[in-house]
């Protein structure tokens, strides 16, 4: 079970880091990925890291500003945001799939387990 948590409402500019823990599990050999949805609009993704490389990718809009990382004694894996722009805003999700070939990382449907999401909102 995936637990997300840290959103909340900023100003452009700001500041956010996002978390998503696993219960009952470890992401030992798994791909752990965030992804992003606005009402009406497809989920999209966001950053992912492979757990036991450290691999990292990000979609290009928040490369240099967001960050992926994560921490193997608390099997948390964080999202790191900064300078925060208005379309930033929507309900992030962390979800993990094990075996995901990097070139499908960006795909959701090839993550099985999913977090609840968490609203991001950003002011302008």
């Known amino acids: 079970q995936l637990q997300a948590c840290g959103g909340g409402l900023v100003q452009t500019g700001g500041s956010l880091r996002l978390s998503c823990a696993a219960s009952?599990?470890?992401?030992?050999?798994?791909?752990i990925g965030w992804f992003r949805q606005n009402p009406g609009k497809e989920r999209e993704f966001v950053a992912a890291?492979?757990?036991?490389?450290?691999?990292?990718s990000y979609r290009d809009s928040v490369k240099g500003r967001f960050t992926i990382s994560r921490d193997s004694a608390k099997n948390t894996v964080y999202l790191q945001m900064n300078s925060l722009k208005p379309e930033d805003t929507a309900v992030y999700y962390c979800?993990?799939?094990?075996?995901?070939?990097?070139?499908?990382?960006?795909?959701?449907?090839?993550?099985?387990?999913w977090g609840q999401g968490t609203q991001v909102t950003v002011s302008s």
């Open positions: 979800a993990a799939g094990s075996s995901i070939i990097t070139s499908a990382q960006r795909m959701s449907a090839q993550y099985p387990y």
């Open positions: 009952g599990g470890t992401f030992s050999n798994y791909v």
């Open positions: 890291i492979k757990w036991n490389s450290r691999h990292t």
